[in-house]
Nanobody, 127 residues
Framework: QVQLVEPGGGVVQTGDSRRLSCVAS????????MAWFRQAPGKEREFVAT????????YYADSVKGRFTISRDNAKNTVYLQMNSLKPVDTAVYYC????????????????????WGQGTQVTVSS
């Protein structure tokens, strides 16, 4: 079972940038599309962004489009979330997730499309 570790959270100011990383424990990572979700206090977990297993396609939630960029480095078993122009509403615990099926790409916004999750990393944006 792949394990996902997410360093990179913290406290930032409005307008700042932050890059999150998600490191996978196994090389099979390169066969799976990956995603980032987030959960704000008192709210349900929501989809943020996803990237195809090859890195060739991405899809974003409207709330982050134009500000966040998802990318991956398959040589390092790592997926990234570059967050720019951060706002207080971006405050949440951010989770990376692995798709259930290998070589699968239809941007899936639903949690049940993913079978492996990181422990989450807190990002707090102060005003």
């Amino acid at each position: 079972q792949v394990q996902l570790v997410e360093p990179g959270g913290g406290v930032v100011q409005t307008g700042d940038s932050r890059r999150l990383s998600c490191v996978a424990s196994e090389r099979t990572f390169i066969s799976y599309s990956m995603a980032w979700f987030r959960q704000a206090p008192g709210k349900e977990r929501e989809f943020v962004a996803t990237i195809k297993w090859s890195g060739g396609s991405t899809y974003y939630a409207d709330s982050v489009k134009g500000r966040f960029t998802i990318s991956r480095d398959n040589a390092k078993n790592t997926v990234y979330l570059q967050m720019n122009s951060l706002k207080p509403v971006d405050t949440a615990v951010y989770y990376c997730a692995k798709r259930k099926d290998r070589f699968s790409w239809l941007a899936t916004l639903r949690e049940n499309g993913y079978d492996c999750w990181g422990q989450g990393t807190q990002v707090t944006v102060s005003s």
